[in-house]
């Protein structure tokens, strides 16, 4: 009740703000923000798997929308709030339907001076690059874990210092998650003529909830084991307080940038590779070298995990209450068929390399490569891919893309199928763009999987014709052209259509599409979901004002 009121109470200031700001605010002030709906119509179809739940047996519709509205005026003073809605959604859990609606974010915020901020409310940040704390927002993975509490943010005592702090709960929802989240931040910028530096430190507390210190406490008692000396060998006292900690620093030297830093985390309970809670610290050592000159450049990665689990507890899995994130360190590609099969980053344990380049030898011409390769901490590779692309202007009405990506994927890791043998994938693709006129163009993309693991070899195809800055058409088609016997799901042969338009007003922008696709792993930035297969209409509207 507290937080409706407290909820009602801001939208009433706004509506009242946006109303009477020159009154309020002699210095004025502006409303802004953006809406987005999406919207699913379920098709029944059991020959791709896309039927036997509650969406296609009974709801056959669902959806979710955002309303956002930002208030800012000229004397330093801000306020947002976003208005949720979900109606027998999937975006949470793709095989159910959710159903809630309220105020899902707000905050006011006001500039005291020296640029120094202080907020109160919902909030996104991270410290470094994420992996000791990131609160973000992914509405495509269903993902909304932002911090509610007060936030504290500004140079302090030198204009080159600057430093954050907070304190505060994850978002859980329309509610929070029990354990209380602190945290403090600071970077100095340092410039030595020809060599630039940015230290940083972090530090977060995690501090536990009696329910769910109870919650381990139960799960580390029914652990029986015993030892030679009638000792539970798996039985430990878990911890309220956690700590998670990075030491970073950017150097800037000409054509040269290098990132690194260390992260490290007490002891606590969390979840090990075989399903039982230990007593275990975490670490992460994260770099990255870049070089940049005209025409050439590159990029080279390297991170090593060993049990960096931080979570708002260790009750929480996959993507619920996740207070750091890993930088991914795999091409991220977007294209249908070489981003089938994405890795997620394994918090357990991994060593990953990454290296990958650019280099425009004459204009017209653009080429680049990638190499990735991803191991367990005992060295069993479980990814590896290499591709090399080439795009060629061959006149300004017509261009081309040409590639080819090499994969290996452990389906044991990265599916949770211990039986099956790791996928090993070819996949040449090309892309055709021809400018009819300044308005009008066509793009044809052709994609081949060759692979005898999972479903077998697909082949992708789709047009698409645009008429700028109005309207764009598609239509694809995925199809299993050589399916795998062995695999349960799927024995024959299948296609996967979509048929696609959109239409943009201003900076209102409209789509349908009919859609039908295969179930599989979706990922974003090393994080993933599995999505089951899908049958149906999807509307979707986006606009800003």
């Not at 890993?326 to 294209?335: C, D």
């Amino acid at each position: 009740m507290r937080f409706r009121l407290l909820s009602s109470l801001f939208l009433a200031f706004l509506a009242t703000a946006s109303l009477a700001q020159n009154h309020l605010l002699p210095s004025g002030g502006h409303i802004s923000g953006s809406f987005q709906l999406n919207q699913n119509f379920y098709q029944r179809d059991s020959t791709i798997g896309a039927a036997g739940n509650p969406l296609y047996d009974n709801v056959l519709s669902g959806g979710e929308g955002w309303l956002n509205l930002l208030y800012a005026s000229n004397n330093g003073f801000n306020a947002n709030v976003r208005f949720d809605l979900f109606n027998n959604s999937n975006l949470h859990n793709p095989s159910q339907n959710y159903s809630a609606q309220g105020v899902g974010f707000w905050n006011a915020s006001k500039e005291i001076g020296n640029g120094i901020t202080i907020l109160g409310g919902y909030f996104y940040d991270q410290f470094g690059s994420g992996i000791v704390y990131r609160s973000y927002e992914d509405r495509g993975l269903g993902i909304d874990n932002s911090t509610f509490g007060f936030q504290v943010k500004g140079k302090f005592l030198h204009d080159n210092l600057y430093i954050k702090a907070f304190s505060g709960r994850q978002k859980n929802l329309f509610t929070t998650y029990n354990p209380v989240i602190k945290g403090a931040n600071a970077e100095y910028y340092v410039d030595f003529g020809p060599v630039q530096i940015t230290p940083g430190a972090s530090i977060v507390n995690r501090t536990l909830d009696a329910n769910s210190m109870a919650a381990i406490v139960t799960t580390i008692n029914s652990y029986t084991n015993l030892d030679s000396a009638g000792n539970y060998v798996d039985r430990f006292i878990p911890k309220y307080n956690s700590y998670a900690y990075s030491f970073y620093n950017t150097l800037n030297l000409g054509n040269f940038s290098w990132y690194a830093e260390y992260a490290g985390k007490t002891s606590e309970a969390i979840y090990n590779n075989v399903g039982k809670l230990t007593n275990t610290p975490g670490s992460v050592m994260f770099t990255s070298l870049n070089y940049s000159v005209k025409g050439f450049g590159a990029t080279a990665q390297f991170k090593r995990t060993d049990h960096f689990v931080f979570r708002t507890s260790p009750n929480e899995q996959l993507l619920k209450g996740m207070i750091s994130f890993q930088p991914p360190l795999s091409k991220q590609n977007s294209l249908r068929l070489p981003a089938r099969y994405m890795p997620a980053t394994q918090e357990l344990g991994e060593l990953a390399y990454e290296a990958d380049f650019f280099y425009t030898p004459k204009k017209g011409i653009k080429t680049n490569g990638n190499y990735t390769y991803i191991t367990l901490l005992n060295k069993q590779k479980i990814y590896e891919e290499i591709s090399a692309e080439i795009e060629i202007k061959k006149s300004k009405n017509n261009f081309y893309d040409f590639g080819f990506q090499y994969m290996n994927y452990s389906l044991a890791i990265y599916r949770g199928k211990p039986l099956e043998p790791m996928l090993v994938s070819y996949i040449p693709y090309a892309e055709w763009t021809h400018k009819f006129t300044e308005k009008k163009s066509i793009r044809v993309e052709a994609q081949y999987q060759e692979t005898k693991q999972d479903y077998g070899s697909w082949v992708f195809g789709l047009i698409e014709y645009n008429i700028a800055p109005r309207w764009s058409f598609a239509l694809s088609d995925m199809y299993n052209i050589k399916p795998n016997p062995d695999h349960s799901s799927n024995h024959e042969q299948a296609h996967y259509y979509n048929c696609f338009v959109s239409c943009t007003e201003h900076a209102t922008r409209l789509t349908l599409a009919y859609v039908k696709q295969v179930d599989g792993i979706v990922c974003t930035g090393g994080v993933c979901r599995y999505e089951p297969a899908f049958s149906g209409l999807k509307f979707t509207l986006n606009t800003t004002f």
